[in-house]
């Protein structure tokens, strides 16, 4: 139950593949609760990976309820252990920024609709959909669990326009 | 730390950044921010650069001499301090898309509208595409809005110009979302 700092680029940590979560226990409980409160206190953002406060473990939690863009379509509070994305399709292109990357963004392309499995905080394993911005956000924040930050998904509009016309 | 703004422009092949970067990493200068670009069949470069001495073009001396004898303009221009920094305009970001057949005055005619109301331009392209018979036209453009206009207040102004110059334009807004 605490709000941990955000760790930023350089940090190598951001950059590790993390470790899936083998045992749910009192300490999980606990990254779960530090997670939530440091998304909470951060009160633009929209979801927390475990290794942005410095924990290398496949958690991340994800709620954009209460943000303009994923007010109509979102599950609410979400808590992944271990997720991973079954399924994916459509397209979409968002202006993306992450706290751990501060005063840069780009243009970044994701799916639209994503099938997601993963472990809640009561150790029950889920399958759900998610689409549009909360899509989005999951995918961002499952980056985190495997060393990926959104410069390494950026695209640029100009390039795309440009590019098919050659 | 003095900053200069330093743009290079030339036919392009490939080396060029090599070149440059190499003659500014031996004069000791740093590239704080750059934006280089393939515009027609000329590379062109423009950076803001930072040296710990250098106080003006003279402190450069013919540094730029083997750039301009291989074929490449070179201009600089000191920045007063403070110049290096951005003046932080906040407001909504949007993204315009504007397309239509080729015709004088699509840039200034949109231009226009959005200077007006003090939109500010951030970034944008444009280039001619389609077949030489049927030539198209296209400009992306980045904008910040000023307080006083909301982005529907805008989409409306374009439309009303979409009418009277006879050409697609799109307005979406790209305000980035922190994750």
Redesign the interface.
């Known amino acids: 139950m605490a709000v941990r700092s955000i760790i930023q680029y350089p940090d190598p940590l951001l950059k590790t593949v993390c470790a899936p979560v083998a045992e749910a226990d009192a300490d999980l409980d606990a990254l779960v609760q530090d997670l939530i409160d440091t998304m909470v206190e951060a009160g ?4 927390v990976a475990a290794p942005q406060i410095g924990v290398c473990k496949r958690v991340a939690v994800v709620d954009v309820s209460k ?1 303009k ?1 994923g007010r109509e379509n979102n599950h609410g509070l979400l808590v992944m252990i271990n997720p991973h994305i079954v399924e994916q399709e459509g397209r979409e292109t ?6 751990s990357v501060p005063d840069y ?1 780009g ?1 970044v392309t994701r799916a639209e609709n994503i099938v997601l499995q993963f472990r809640d905080r009561e150790g029950r394993e889920k399958v759900i959909r998610a689409s549009g ?1 909360e899509a ?2 999951i995918q ?2 499952l980056d985190h669990l495997d060393g990926l930050l ?1 410069l390494d998904r950026v695209s640029s ?2 390039t795309d ?2 590019r098919r ?1 050659r | 730390m003095n900053h200069f703004a330093l743009t290079i422009i030339g036919r392009d092949r490939p080396g060029i950044v090599a070149q440059v970067t190499e003659s500014l990493y031996r004069l000791g200068c740093n590239i704080a921010d750059s934006s280089c670009s393939i515009l027609g069949g000329q590379f062109a470069m423009i950076l803001i650069i930072s040296h710990p001495e250098f106080t003006g073009r003279e402190s450069f001396g013919d540094a730029f001499l083997p750039l301009e004898e291989s074929n490449l303009s070179v201009f600089l221009r000191t920045l007063k301090p403070g110049g290096e920094k951005h003046a932080g305009i906040a407001g909504e ?1 949007c ?1 315009i898309s504007v397309y239509g057949s080729d015709q004088p005055g699509i840039v200034y005619r949109v231009a226009r509208e959005l200077g007006e109301r003090r939109v500010n331009i951030t970034d944008l ?1 444009t ?1 001619l ?1 389609g077949s030489d018979e049927r030539p198209v036209y ?1 400009m ?1 453009l980045e904008a910040v809005l000023p307080a006083d206009l909301c982005i529907e207040e805008l989409t409306e102004i374009m439309k009303n110009l979409e009418k009277e110059v006879q050409i697609d334009i799109s307005v979406r807004s ?6």
């Open positions: 633009h953002s929209v979801g943000s863009m968002l202006r993306e920024g992450c706290m963004t243009n911005f989005v956000a961002h924040e959104f509009v100009k326009v440009f016309k | 970001i993204m392209n280039k595409v296209v992306m790209i305000t980035p979302i922190e994750l």
